[in-house]
């Protein structure tokens, strides 16, 4: 049913490239893929795509292909997860459609609903590639094949004889893809430096460069980089390139999910139940070890059981790995804090947790990073379990991320939502009243508790202002600018651009369906899967995240508002789904306390910034970063949070450090 072409010698198989080293066989990564078209008539070779393939050449330890025609070529770099990816080759195209050629890094979930469509007998199934279901789903429906995939995709499809490029984007952004279009070419890859080898010299983005030093560029992220000539095709978006011109096309957003309707509560229980299995189930389609996170909230702890039910089934055993500090080292436990809840985790499933915290040395490795090509985001912590999880050989990791923003949101606006002023009484009083992090011993103070429910009330009557008056008259918690260490006049050139990069407002909408796509839309999901993706390109990890399967996101939005005069709908339907599946312990309170891992977190924290701003000291005084940031307000910073022992003291220092070490 699919070939692998070898026209011209143009296939490349694992190993030397042009223009580069070896792939190294070492650390695995996810797969990369790359392209170049062209339309002004210059041939494209593969000498065109070896600055490329050099760039991302720590990508694909299980082979390296490449293809070019006379306007286009495609490249692929291979990290094997899924039972079938074993026996691909890519770029490749199908024997039914030999003018499409595809590289992709894509995992499809509903394989059998799409081969039932397409009419694919049953023993041609098993061993055909995602990539080659998705060219067989393109030459029958064309662009609309995207709005039937479930999984993580990203990919792209040069139709030889129309000349035109497609690619796509999965709906949340999983998996990541950049391109820069100037005139007749258009360069795509995986990953930015890929991008980057391409042009010949590029373009610091100023405006979002400054709204980064401001902390407040996950909005602007879902597009743009710190580059200017490169963008991102963002998630739940097309991208078709012809000689006529580019152009991008949304295919999926929340606000289009459905109205569910069923009879009664545990109707919903039930098929938001069957729903989360499905979501675990499919992500756990590897041909090699998985690993899960566990906090001890209810999302990561409900994927961690259902994911080690599922492969004890079929004998296999899940690796479980932590943020927190190992126990008895030094933090203090509480009786219900993260700990107890891992603990009862691991002993109902007979799982074995490997607690791996950030530490002072993983801080000030990520200092050091070159903020416009290498991720950041959480990577002091996630960077320790990436290299505990490659010595297991563990390739696939799931992560509970996401849940909080759809499927168990506790996103609550008026007494309306819950249906009985009693339930509104009980929930507001909860929040007023629950315990602050790194004090769960301690009742609120009077004067913390009014300031609470001021904010609350303050949320009830601003909830149908429009954001442009909410920013007057309602501070947004999610702004921080007044502790940047921004230098003044460079936050001057650009203040009026860096107020349009602005995320929407980050707060409650008049109903809870509203709250829900404004939270998938700030940018903070896709920005963290694009930094772990890259990051898991250095160590052979490829992440999956259940709770943001396309299924279960539409589910929760359809869900009408209280029907069941419920004061915390969603999340109490998710935990009547999978009641059976987690101890009492793991509950749905609205902040689950993580005082260990926080406590001990501060004092690293403050330590490797002061160690780190002393090992700048020097270079502060003359280097280019100076031209956007005040070495002064980061001396100062500093000196305050190591005199006072608060992390807060240090706001905006990292996002300066970052900017020192930018290489371009």
Not at 331 to 349: K, M, S
Request: aromatic share 8%.
């Amino acid at each position: 049913m699919y070939n692998w072409p070898e026209r011209c010698g143009n296939h490349v198989e694992a190993g030397a490239f042009p223009g580069s080293a070896a792939v190294r066989r070492g650390p695995g990564v996810v797969s990369g893929i790359y392209g170049l078209v062209r339309y002004h008539g210059a041939p494209v070779d593969r000498e065109a795509q070896a600055p490329m393939a050099a760039a991302m050449s720590f990508y694909g330890p299980d082979g390296h292909g490449q293809w070019c025609g006379d306007s286009a070529a495609l490249g692929h770099l291979m990290l094997h997860t899924t039972p079938e990816s074993l026996h691909e080759r890519l770029p490749a195209n199908i024997q039914v459609a030999p003018h499409l050629m595809i590289t992709a890094d894509a995992r499809i979930d509903n394989r059998d609903e799409l081969f039932d469509a397409l009419g694919v007998p049953g023993p041609e199934r098993r061993e055909t590639p995602d990539s080659s279901l998705i060219l067989l789903a393109y030459e029958r429906w064309g662009a609309d094949c995207v709005k039937r995939f479930l999984g993580d995709f990203a990919f792209a499809i040069w139709d030889t004889l129309a000349r035109k490029l497609f690619c796509a984007r999965d709906p949340f952004g999983c998996r990541p893809l950049v391109y820069h279009h100037g005139g007749k070419r258009l360069i795509f890859a995986s990953d930015i430096r890929a991008v980057l080898a391409g042009l010949e010299s590029p373009k610091l983005n100023d405006p979002l460069l400054a709204a980064y030093l401001r902390m407040n560029t996950c909005f602007a992220e879902k597009r743009l980089t710190f580059f200017r000539e490169i963008v991102k095709l963002q998630p739940g978006h097309t991208l078709t390139l012809t000689a006529g011109g580019l152009e991008i096309s949304r295919y999926w957003s929340p606000e289009e999910a459905p109205e569910v309707r069923l009879a009664t509560a545990a109707e919903y229980a039930e098929q938001l139940g069957i729903l989360f299995r499905q979501s675990v189930e499919c992500r756990l389609r590897s041909a090699f070890p998985i690993g899960s996170h566990l906090s001890g909230g209810m999302d990561s702890s409900a994927v961690t059981v259902a994911a080690a039910r599922i492969l004890r089934e079929r004998g296999r055993e899940l690796a479980v790995f932590s943020w927190s500090p190992p126990p008895g080292s030094g933090a203090r436990p509480h009786p219900e804090g993260e700990y107890a809840r891992i603990d009862a985790v691991c002993r109902q499933e007979r799982l074995s947790c490997e607690y791996i915290a950030a530490t002072k040395a993983s801080l000030i490795e990520t200092f050091g990073r070159d903020i416009t090509v290498e991720p950041m985001v959480m990577m002091a912590r996630e960077g320790n379990v990436q290299a505990r999880a490659q010595t297991r050989q563990v390739r696939v990791m799931l992560s509970g991320w996401g849940g909080d923003e759809a499927v168990t949101c506790r996103a609550t606006t008026s007494p309306a939502e819950f249906g009985r002023w009693a339930d509104f009484r009980n929930a507001i009083g909860s929040r007023v009243g629950a315990p602050t992090i790194g004090m769960a011993d301690r009742e609120p103070s009077p004067w913390l508790k009014a300031r609470r429910l001021r904010i609350i009330l303050r949320d009830l009557v601003a909830v149908r202002l429009p954001d442009s008056l909410y920013r007057r008259v309602v501070a947004d918690p999610f702004m921080m600018l007044g502790n940047s260490c921004i230098r003044p006049a460079f936050a001057s050139l650009y203040r009026r651009e860096v107020n349009e990069l602005q995320i929407p407002a980050l707060r409650h909408l008049p109903g809870v369906r509203e709250s829900i796509c404004r939270l998938l839309e700030i940018g903070n999901v896709p920005l963290r899967m694009d930094h772990w993706a890259a990051s898991g390109a250095r160590r052979g990890l490829v992440y999956r995240y259940p709770m943001l399967d396309k299924r279960l996101v539409e589910f929760a939005l359809g869900i009408p508002p209280s029907p069941f005069r419920d004061r915390d709908q969603r999340r109490s339907l998710f935990r009547q789904a999978v009641g059976e599946l987690l101890p009492t312990c793991v509950d749905w309170r609205e902040a689950k306390r993580e005082d260990a891992t926080q406590m001990a977190m501060t004092g690293e924290f403050i330590r490797a910034h002061s160690e780190w701003a002393d090992h700048l000291a020097s270079d502060m005084v003359v280097s280019p970063a100076n031209r956007f940031v005040d070495p002064d307000k980061v001396r100062r910073a500093v000196q305050s949070a190591v005199k006072s022992g608060k992390r807060e003291d240090l706001a905006g220092v990292r996002e300066a450090f970052g900017c020192y070490a930018i290489r371009y």
